[in-house]
């Protein structure tokens, strides 16, 4: 199986059902190629259209985008047209960085004035930071263990960042929230065991999203 799940293309040839592109037109290829018929998609999810994650399908269910022509299902809901002037490399990040980040933020459902963290700042939960800052947290606490990582998140949003390699951080969060811990966490790095330091940091009635893969290849962050 060809691997790579997005990219920046050109279109070759269009099906019948396609209205929206034509060959020539430059497009950006999300890493999430959905079925937009299915139940899964209707509700919000659509990553898991078909199964769990089965909405992810190049490099899982089908050859991937590192080869030289790729078929895309659903091209009108699942390509976007390059903008004008836009580099290839910043389009890059638009097909699943930016995306992604801005799903966990989605996930979590940020209320104004709530006690957000995000725990993982690679470029995923840098993102995430973002999307979580425009949503009106009241604090935001960005935790890992690279100080530029949260230099950048500071620049990016977040009220405070939290070295994981210095303090325990469900100590820190419980201790910044008088008690009460997190009304949302951010999952975007770590493994299982930064699953269940989140959901220990998370008070009652909170959410959590997560766009961290939990399986055998996850590594701590």
Not at 18 to 41: E, L, Y
């Amino acid at each position: 199986m060809i691997l790579g799940h997005e990219a920046v293309a050109e279109v070759v040839e269009v099906g019948s059902l396609v209205n929206h592109f034509k060959p020539g037109d430059k497009v950006i290829v999300s890493a999430i190629t959905p079925d937009w018929n299915d139940p899964a998609s209707q509700l919000g999810y659509s990553q898991h259209s078909g199964g769990m994650l089965a909405g992810w399908k190049f490099s899982n269910f089908k050859d991937g985008v590192f080869a030289e022509y790729f078929h895309v299902n659903d091209a009108d809901g699942n390509l976007a047209l390059l903008p004008e002037g836009m580099s290839l490399s910043d389009a890059a990040m638009i097909c699943d960085m930016v995306p992604t980040g801005v799903h966990c933020a989605e996930l979590a459902d940020i209320q104004y004035g709530d006690d957000v963290c995000v725990i993982g700042l690679g470029p995923v939960g840098l993102m995430a930071t973002a999307a979580a800052a425009l949503q009106g947290p009241g604090h935001l606490f960005a935790i890992d263990n690279n100080p530029e990582r949260g230099k950048v998140a500071l620049e990016y949003g977040a009220s405070e960042f939290i070295d994981f390699s210095k303090v325990d951080i469900l100590d820190a969060i419980m201790k910044k929230t008088d008690g009460r811990g997190a009304d949302r966490v951010l999952i975007a790095g770590g493994n299982n065991d930064t699953f269940g330091q989140a959901i220990a940091m998370l008070k009652a009635g909170g959410k959590v999203g997560s766009v961290n893969y939990l399986g055998s290849l996850a590594s701590a962050i």
